[in-house]
């Protein structure tokens, strides 16, 4: 499969303590004399270091198995992950039911380091492993009348104890626009860590969109339908004054009940530390050009 990109932010980089600290006094020696380039840097460094394997497993977002950050984890171990299958249907060249095992042994599998950013404003750094959505979309087929990707979570009564409540409407479902599906920064997670990833963060396989907020990331799908029109997304149809179909991070466009221009490191103890949101969640010179001329704050 094409290889389209490549994450020059090693975790073996971020996660080497002492260099961390040695650059961090190096900056602050090097004071005024450091360009613009050099704090960017600094800034994807300081937010590049990964979380434990229990602040990512342990406090989660996952309606259907509860809506609190600790149920994920109790309750997500009823769902059955393994046969999977995934149907592709809608604009592709081959519509049909593809078992997760043979999608497997088609993919590159690589880890991303990414920043993981939630709305409710805390974030944290996960180690995913997994294969660049496009790949998938290339293999089912695009049809160049196609212009949007519709994403599907599985709705299990038996297995999600959470959708026997009308919290959200079941299924959840998601949406990206067909370039951000297709984007190299964009992929289906099936690990983190280099294990398998766990129910609760959205086994078998989970979309990660790292320059949007994490609803944008849905969990467990059993369908991808390409399309022509933009296709509903779950919090939009909850509440569509306070989360809009594009869902960028972005300091500048506030959530209606709280600001966006910070966020709290998920982890970083007692006295969490805040840190300010960077735009696309740090991702911009990649993704901007995704958006180029459109008013942000209108498509938000
Ligand atoms: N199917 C499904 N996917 C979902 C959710 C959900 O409730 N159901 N929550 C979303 C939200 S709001 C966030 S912040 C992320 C959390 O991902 P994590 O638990 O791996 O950190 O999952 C997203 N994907
Ligand atoms: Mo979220």
Redesign the pocket.
């Known amino acids: 499969m094409a290889y389209r990109w490549k994450n020059d932010l090693k975790e073996s980089q971020v996660t080497d303590q002492s260099l961390w600290l040695n650059r961090r006094q190096l900056i602050a020696g090097a004071g005024a004399g450091l360009g613009l380039a050099g704090i960017a840097q600094t800034a994807q460094a300081e937010a590049l270091e990964p979380n434990s394997w229990d602040d990512?497993t342990n406090?989660?977002?996952?309606?259907?198995f509860g809506t609190g950050k600790e149920d994920?984890a109790a309750n997500a171990h009823t769902l059955v992950t393994s046969p999977w299958t995934v149907k592709i249907d809608g604009l592709v060249d081959t519509p049909g039911d593809y078992a997760l095992e043979d999608i497997l042994s088609k993919m590159t599998i690589e880890e991303r380091l990414y920043r993981?950013r939630?709305?409710?404003a805390w974030s944290?750094v996960v180690p995913w492993n997994g294969f660049e959505l496009a790949d998938l979309l290339e293999m089912a087929g695009v049809l160049s009348s196609a212009k949007y990707v519709a994403f599907e979570?599985a709705n299990r009564p038996d297995e999600m104890p959470g959708v026997r409540y009308p919290v959200?409407d079941w299924p959840?479902v998601e949406g990206l626009r067909l370039d951000e599906a297709m984007h190299p920064l964009t992929i289906m997670a099936t690990g983190i860590y280099g294990k398998d990833i766990p129910n609760?963060?959205?086994a078998p396989m989970?979309l990660v969109v790292p320059w949007k907020?994490?609803?944008k990331?849905?969990?467990?799908i059993v369908r991808i339908t390409l399309t022509e029109d933009e296709p509903p997304t779950s919090w939009n149809k909850a509440n569509a004054r306070e989360y809009g179909f594009y869902s960028n991070v972005n300091p500048e466009v506030s959530h209606p009940r709280w600001s966006q221009a910070s966020e709290r490191v998920i982890g970083s103890g007692l006295f969490a530390t805040r840190q300010d949101t960077l735009m696309m969640n740090g991702y911009a010179d990649e993704v901007g050009g995704l958006y180029a001329g459109m008013d942000l704050k209108a498509f938000f």
Do not use: A, D
């Open positions: 990512v406090y989660n977002n996952y309606y259907e994920p993981f939630c709305v409710e944290m979570t959200l959840y609760q963060n959205g989970r907020y994490g609803f990331s849905i969990k467990s």
